[in-house]
């Protein structure tokens, strides 16, 4: 059912859009019911009035108007996910299961990219907190200067507006945070090396600041020396396969010994070093080790396959769906394992 009128001074018919009220007339309930049904509310309805709304607005052709949702309700039944680049599978990864939770909550996702840069992060916060999202999930592998005065004041802006704010990596203030243990997994990912006998690394990691990446140098580095070997240099750059390929190959031009394992920061840096260790007519495995972090799909994929250690990305994303609508969450309750897998791009000295 929709209403027709005349466009003033042209004659012409026009079409409005169907009201919650028509949906209500057409389903027979009453508009609190028909409400509770399309607007997310969390009251029970009986599966008898849900089926004739749901059949009322799906023939009335009614969508829920989000910006009326939000200044009712001060928030609207949008997650807003900020991711460092959504072509990485680690943040395509997170943003599946952080879109299945949704789903199951009822609430539409939206994906902005920060790019890793800072500015950005703050501009695209500030703009998506124009739109009183009902949550802000944080996962772009944030910098040491992400985290300065003014992102901080959008984010208490947001809070302060009934939404909520969940952070990969520590938070501050009413930020929540998700942690992701990259100092234990890269500590157990280098005493499994060193227990295979090698004792020579290289690690090809991403600029200095990058708290993800820092933070797996630094459990790689403690683990591997604890255990008897040494990390003899460390190559950074961008963190993306590309700069995999260039790192390796200014570290090949260095020299690298047979029996060297290379380990990058990620899987996706890894299978960029994988590519020139080829180009330079040096096989990985055998002559050598190759190591990785993240276990994406693809790191089982290639060949050899990429020893690395497996994050669940996707149940990180859902858990961090939860932390952003959960009234009751508990910090540390997405606490999840991280295991090391040995497969063979590292087969041992």
């Known amino acids: 059912m929709t ?4 466009d003033a001074g042209k004659g012409r018919p026009r079409t409005a859009a169907a009201t919650l009220h028509d949906v209500a007339r057409e389903a027979g309930v009453s508009l609190a019911t028909a409400s509770r049904v399309l607007n997310g509310s969390t009251r029970k309805v009986a599966e008898s009035y849900r089926g004739r709304v749901e059949a009322a607005a799906a023939a009335l052709g009614y969508t829920a108007n989000l910006s009326a949702q939000a200044t009712a309700r001060g928030t609207s039944a949008i997650i807003a996910l900020l991711v460092a680049d959504i072509a990485d599978p680690y943040f395509g990864q997170i943003a599946s299961g952080v879109a299945r939770g949704a789903d199951e909550a009822g609430l ?17 916060v500030r703009a998506l907190r124009g739109q009183r999202p009902r949550g802000l999930i944080l996962a772009g592998s944030r910098s040491s200067t992400s985290s300065g005065d003014e992102l901080q004041r959008e984010l208490d802006a947001l809070i302060a507006n009934g939404g909520a704010v969940v952070a990969f990596g520590p938070g501050a203030g009413d930020v929540r945070s998700i942690g992701i243990d990259n100092l234990g997994g890269s500590r157990a990912l280098a005493v499994a090396l060193a227990e295979r ?24 580095t403690a683990g591997f020396t604890a255990a008897g070997g040494s990390v003899d240099r460390i190559y950074r750059g961008a963190f993306n396969r590309d700069e995999g390929e260039r790192l390796m190959g200014r570290a090949l031009a260095d020299g690298v010994e047979p029996g060297t394992v290379v380990f990058g920061v990620n899987d996706v840096i890894a299978i960029g070093a994988l590519t020139a260790l080829r180009a330079a007519g040096r096989e990985a495995g055998s002559d050598i080790a190759l190591a990785g972090f993240d276990d994406i799909p693809t790191s089982r994929d290639v060949t050899p396959a990429l020893t690395t250690v497996h994050v669940p990305l996707e149940e990180f994303g859902y858990q961090s769906l ?6 009751e969450w508990v910090p540390g309750s997405a606490s999840l394992e991280l295991r090391v897998q040995l497969r063979d791009s590292t087969p041992g000295l």
């Open 3 to 6: 209403d027709t009128t005349v």
């Open 108 to 124: 539409v996702m939206t994906i902005a990219i920060t790019e890793r840069d800072p500015v950005r992060e703050i501009r695209l």
């Open 197 to 220: 006998g090698y004792r020579h690394a290289i690690i090809l990691g991403a600029e200095e600041g990058l708290r993800t990446s820092d933070d797996r140098i630094e459990g790689f």
């Open 322 to 327: 939860h932390a952003a609508i959960d009234d």
